[in-house]
């Protein structure tokens, strides 16, 4: 049976950071299909550097053209709301409605389709690095949802790799992430207590590492070579479906029907943990808005009901069966949940998405909210991940938490040694 405590809490729409002091929100049903991002063209963690832009777009099916208003605030690396005042780290101001909006064209499943851009003629700039919140409001004050940013600078350098693990009980499913932060013009005092760093996989806040310390120094660097510590499991090669073909099946869609919108019925999917390593190229878990009809595919999309079935046949006592990936944040809520049917004896879920690319994953959910991403897809140090260090730094007398530096790197140049 499914933990209705778990359901309970999370159609709540709320989530606790880790560390944290600060409470996420999930946006209701009818925001749909959040963008959020920065240099890049997909959707996912902006982390941007002082002076870039920064966008955000949204759907709401309600179509309505409700005023809805955003508010920025300033957070410390455990996500605790800083001390700083706004005057401190914005040059403007916020609390300000979204002006742009457009609604949907020749559509079945109509909608609203807002974009907001920073710096605007309001929030003229973000003048400190750190870590950020973007709240988004509606006119009577009420929280509709939020999305976190990071803002740094260049001020350290991050040489990262990524290998397989040491433990030979993981060898075959983990990748460890080892990184030296070089500061040759910057003096890093008392580092082990002032530097703190944070590494991602996949740009997935939510699985973040954040306790790690420098193992030793050789004169301008720090080193960070641990194995265990540092060590995610690998996973699998995202699943995914592409949409883009509004009215035709294709080799991730079975077949498609038309109701009150259309509805799009994906292949049955196995448990793949014990099924030897497959390589498919993917895009780590993110989503692409695109329609093969449409000019302008912000407003001419279609909202799809995509079909979701699976054959799971392990016990899973009282946990729960969901989709996961960034079409929603890396959420866990109802609207991911697999129900079992007792007809096909398989596990089943519906769930709206705007026309496009997406990448998702079957996983396991624990009462506390804990995923396990391998127990259906399994976990092999083969997988395809890309992996971010940020490096955050308060020196002596500052009053938060500064981004000084970052590196990137993916497991498709792993090595043994």
Known sequence: MPSKLLLLFLSLGFFLTSEAQIIEKIEPFHIRTVQFSGSTNQSKLPIIRLGETLMLSFDDINGDEKDYYYQITHHNFDWSESDLSKGEFLDGFDDVRIETYENSLNTL???????????????RRIKKTGNYLLSLYDDDGTLIFTRKFIVMQNEVKVAVEVKRARD?????????VQFVIDSPNFLLINPKQSVKTLVLQNSNLKSGITNLKPQYTIGSELIYRFDKESSFWAGNEFLFFDSKELRGANNTIRRVELTDIYNHFLYTRLSRADVPYTYAPDINGNFVIRSFRAERQSIEAEYIRMHFNLNYYEDIGDKELHIYGNFNNWCIDESTYMRYDEETDSFKNS??????????????????????????????????????VLVYYRGPGERFDRVIGYGKSNSNVITNN
């Open 168 to 176: 030979l009980a993981f060898i075959e499913s983990k990748q460890s």
């Open 351 to 388: 769930r709206l998405f705007k026309q496009g690319f997406y990448n998702y994953r079957y996983v396991l959910v624990d009462r506390d909210g804990s995923v396990n991403e391998a127990a259906i897809g399994g976990s092999f140090w083969q997988t395809e991940n890309d992996y971010t």
């Open 109 to 123: 499943q109509i909608y609203s389709h807002y974009t907001l851009t920073i710096p605007n003629r309001e929030t």
